[in-house]
């Protein structure tokens, strides 16, 4: 069982910056694939960033070269540093987990967090 909670969303002008935390519960939590994914108003929660127990990344190409995504296996959390946000970035942000390897499928993921939100504004 993983539990994950969130932190560090908040509301920023475009071109800011923001980072995000999702902090793990658990014993194995290195044996997990972590994602990052988002849900605007009306739309479908979708993949932005994903990091493997072992280091491997992958990031949606919206986000690709401004969003970078870390973990820190010996203290259990996942950052997701977000650089020259933009008015489109706006979502609620949601951690999530899984065994194995990484996936960009959210129906893949096991655990998910409660979601922070991200505001971005002109």
């Known amino acids: 069982q993983v539990q994950l909670v969130e932190s560090g969303g908040d509301s920023v002008q475009a071109g800011g910056s923001l980072r995000l935390s999702c902090a793990a519960s658990g014993r194995t939590f290195s044996n997990y694939a972590m994602g990052w994914f988002r849900q605007a108003p009306g739309k479908e929660r979708e993949f932005v960033a994903g990091i493997s127990g072992g280091g491997g990344i992958y990031y949606a190409d919206s986000v690709k070269s401004r969003f970078t995504i870390s973990r820190d296996n010996a203290k259990k959390m996942v950052y997701l540093q977000m650089d020259s946000l933009k008015l489109e970035d706006t979502a609620v942000y949601y951690c999530?987990?899984?065994?194995?390897?990484?996936?960009?499928?959210?129906?893949?993921?096991?655990?998910w967090g409660q979601g922070t939100q991200v505001t971005v504004s002109s």
């Open positions: 999530a987990a899984r065994p194995g390897s990484l996936s960009t499928i959210n129906l893949q993921y096991h655990y």
